[in-house]
């Protein structure tokens, strides 16, 4: 079992839909989580951390579950800017190695 | 400010010969990661450099890759004898510190194509 997996999709949602997307983690010593967002044929940039009490960033809540070992991202109000790969990404406790998740792809159309 | 920068952009190279990718992380970051992503693929850690300690080569796919950091500052990724599987793109990252909440930023990777 891979240690970060994710649904590669494609989601494709209208605009205006709300969307989630979950994250499977394999380690239960895993500590940090992020969500980082990619752009076709660009870097990845941190789009939100994930703390243990869930956490919003105006559109965007992160949730993590740890009795699950899932961490989850919505989308709400979808805009045809979003569509982008969400990228999970893990760090076990005393690593400084995350480990990547190979992306969930959303494509917002009109 | 100025972010991370990567060079060359794109290189195209022929199996067998030795590429250099260079990296030079935001003034300041101490934390430097070297990461390949292949086409449809997440992003492979490479190696890290963390200040002066010595760097974290676990990634490292074979002997033919190291990588160098110099001065604390600007890194070198170097493939010996490039084979068609290396193709990928090299994405270096940096962090302000070793902490496990901080923030990565990446530069805009180089584009290596192995004929």
């Given at each position: 079992r891979k240690e970060v997996e994710q649904?590669?999709?494609p989601f494709n949602v209208p605009e205006g839909a709300t969307v989630a997307f979950n994250c499977t983690y394999s380690n239960s010593a895993s500590q940090s989580f992020f969500w980082?967002?990619?752009d076709?044929?660009?870097e990845p940039k941190l789009l939100m951390s994930v703390y243990s009490s869930g956490n919003e960033d105006g559109r965007f809540t992160a949730q993590l579950n740890r009795a699950s070992q899932y961490i989850s991202l919505l989308i709400r109000d979808s805009k045809l800017s979003d569509s982008a790969t969400y990228l999970c990404v893990v760090m076990r406790g005393g690593s400084y190695i995350p480990t990547f998740g190979r992306g969930t792809s959303l494509i917002v159309h009109p | 400010g100025a972010g991370v920068s990567q060079s060359p952009s794109n290189k195209v190279t022929e199996k067998g010969k030795d590429v250099e990718l260079r990296c030079d992380p935001i003034s300041g970051h101490t934390a430097l990661y070297w990461y390949r992503q292949s086409l449809g693929q997440g992003l492979e850690f490479l190696i890290y450099f963390q200040g002066n300690s010595a760097p974290d080569k676990s990634g490292l796919p074979s002997d033919?890759?190291?990588?160098?950091r110099t001065g604390g500052s600007v890194s070198t990724l170097t493939i010996q004898r490039t084979q068609q599987e290396d193709s990928a793109v090299y994405l270096c990252a940096s962090s302000r510190g070793a902490g496990n909440q901080e923030t990565q930023y990446f530069g805009p990777g180089t584009r290596l194509l192995v004929l």
């Open positions: 649904d590669p999709g980082y967002r990619q076709c044929r660009k | 033919r890759f190291s990588a160098e």
